[in-house]
């Protein structure tokens, strides 16, 4: 168990829904990342925050959004979905953004787009 | 982003040591080499970085050539449970985004 929780753990939704994955970080982390896995491939970098605070941003569709919150969990918006984001959905967290830092991952959600 | 390079799959038997290797040739001098493992239906897990010295843990060690250009991840009694997809990738000390660019990865397959 590696601290950090998402929900839901399964999502079906028809195309062109709105759905919201969240994440809760492992207990005094501050950096929070979201990252999308399509079938048998790797990790899709999305996006991060920092206490509350975007850092960067990876691959992320201008239909999908987020936010952390001040108790750091996290929100990943994903809006007018078609087919092809069907995805795991993998939300990360580590102590700081130090590249040194190990990432923790979350056990996904596991979106599937109809 | 500096690119890794891994073979797509590898074999190996039940209580004998497993060396992944991954190849890096465009590494700059402030990339770390990180290597996680995603176990079936898992997340992600780290097992390992280095900068320039091998490095050892209880999960594994990482053995990192003279001139960085390649490294190898050596599990030194591989069991059923190490089953996994291993990725070998690079992070940018000097980076600011500090993600994880993440490549195909190496799956690993234990024969009992």
């Known amino acids: 168990d590696s601290g950090v929780t998402q929900t839901p753990k399964h999502l079906i939704t028809a195309t062109g829904q709105r759905v919201t994955l969240r994440c809760s970080p492992r207990?005094?982390?501050?950096?929070v990342y979201w990252y999308q896995q399509s079938l048998d491939q790797g990790l899709q970098f999305l996006i991060h925050?920092?206490?509350?605070?975007?850092?960067a941003k990876g691959n992320i569709l201008e239909r999908f959004s987020a936010q952390q919150f001040p108790d750091l969990h996290s929100e990943l918006n994903l809006s007018s979905l078609e087919l092809g984001d069907s995805a795991l959905y993998f939300c990360?967290?580590?102590?700081?953004?130090?590249?040194?830092?190990?990432?923790?991952f979350g056990p996904g959600t596991r979106l599937t787009v109809l | 982003d500096a690119k890794t390079t891994q073979p797509n799959s590898m074999e190996s038997n039940e209580e004998e040591p497993v060396h992944l290797p991954c190849n890096h040739s465009?590494?700059?001098?402030?990339?770390?080499i990180h290597w996680y493992r995603q176990l079936p239906s898992q997340g992600p897990e780290y097992v390992i970085h280095?900068?320039?010295?091998?490095v050892n843990n209880r999960m594994a060690s990482l053995a990192i050539a003279e001139d960085r250009k390649s490294s190898t991840l050596i599990l030194h009694r591989a069991t059923l449970r190490d089953a996994a997809v291993y990725y070998c990738?690079?992070?940018?000390?000097?980076?600011?985004?500090?993600?994880?660019?993440w490549g195909a990865g190496t799956k690993l397959i234990i024969k009992p």
């Open positions: 925050y920092y206490n509350g605070e975007e850092r």
């Open positions: 465009t590494i700059s001098g402030t990339d770390y």
């Open positions: 990360a967290s580590s102590a700081t953004g130090g590249n040194y830092n190990e990432q923790f």
């Open positions: 990738i690079l992070r940018d000390v000097s980076y600011s985004n500090y993600q994880l660019i």
């Open positions: 280095g900068l320039t010295s091998n």
């Open positions: 207990s005094g982390d501050l950096s």
